[in-house]
């Protein structure tokens, strides 16, 4: 048995096309996605011998990917005599994606005036609506307008505005989200509140874990404002 003396690496568009022949590959030398009748092979710059049963760390280097966009990529083996392997090849697909999702409050209009507020709800999407990673973790942030204080929620739906730096209150939910509005101290009569949400996806830079706030950030973000109102009318017979 001789030794795998070469790795070959391919990147695939499956954006638009299937994984038939005259598919999207890329090209390094003309820096290009182009169309090949058969996989475009591309031979890694720095060959050599590698001991079997070890791990070797290889990269294609900078390719430009477009976001909103599905690729696959696989490699194979050359050895000593030229044997290709053919069978067993491994593939990954992923997508691409560089823009963030948009998150709308959906039982808050701008300028309502209410007197029960219990939930606060919402919606994220990504964009494009195919092809992204999808929404992951959405947070609002809650402001009183009588001294531009913010909520900070703690355990068991308890909090206070104590802060006079933006918070944001993570929620429940990704695609339709949540936030628990049930505690005594968060509306006081007569006051008005900025009620502002903010989303991720779940895209996330090839070397860091998943986790809150590691996707793309949501940065256009439009907070409503709403009055809250618990006195009763009085009316008089004249």
């Known amino acids: 048995v001789t030794n795998v003396t070469r790795v070959d690496y391919y990147v695939r568009d499956l954006t638009n096309n299937p994984p038939v022949p005259n598919c999207t590959y890329w090209n390094p030398v003309t820096r290009v996605w182009?169309?090949?009748n058969t996989t475009y092979w591309i031979t890694l710059s720095a060959p050599g011998d590698f001991t079997a049963g070890s791990n070797v760390a290889w990269s294609t280097g900078s390719i430009t990917f477009s976001s909103g966009k599905k690729y696959e990529t696989g490699a194979r083996g050359v050895d000593e005599v030229s044997n290709i392997q053919v069978s067993g090849i491994p593939q990954r697909t992923f997508y691409y994606d560089t823009n963030a999702p948009t998150t709308t409050l959906t039982n808050i209009a701008d300028g309502?005036?209410?007197?029960?507020?219990s939930t606060i709800s919402g919606q994220c999407g990504d964009n494009p609506a195919v092809n992204a990673s999808g929404p992951s973790d959405n947070w609002i942030r809650?402001?009183?307008?009588?001294?531009?204080?913010?909520?900070?929620?703690?355990?068991?739906?308890?909090?206070?505005?104590?802060?006079?730096s933006e918070v944001w209150n993570k929620c429940s939910g990704a695609s339709a989200w949540t936030f628990q509005a049930t505690s005594t101290a968060i509306w006081t009569n007569?006051?008005?509140?900025?009620?502002?949400?903010?989303?991720?996806?779940f895209a996330r830079p090839e070397t860091e874990a998943s986790g809150d706030k590691t996707g793309n950030e949501e940065t256009s973000l439009n907070p409503k404002t709403f009055t809250y109102d618990t006195t009763l009318p009085v009316s008089t017979i004249t």
């Open 190 to 201: 007569d006051v008005s509140y900025q009620v502002t949400s903010k989303g991720y996806d």
């Open 112 to 117: 309502n005036v209410l007197k029960a507020m």
């Open 34 to 36: 182009a169309q090949s």
């Open 142 to 164: 809650i402001k009183r307008l009588s001294d531009n204080r913010y909520w900070t929620a703690t355990a068991a739906d308890n909090g206070d505005y104590n802060s006079t």
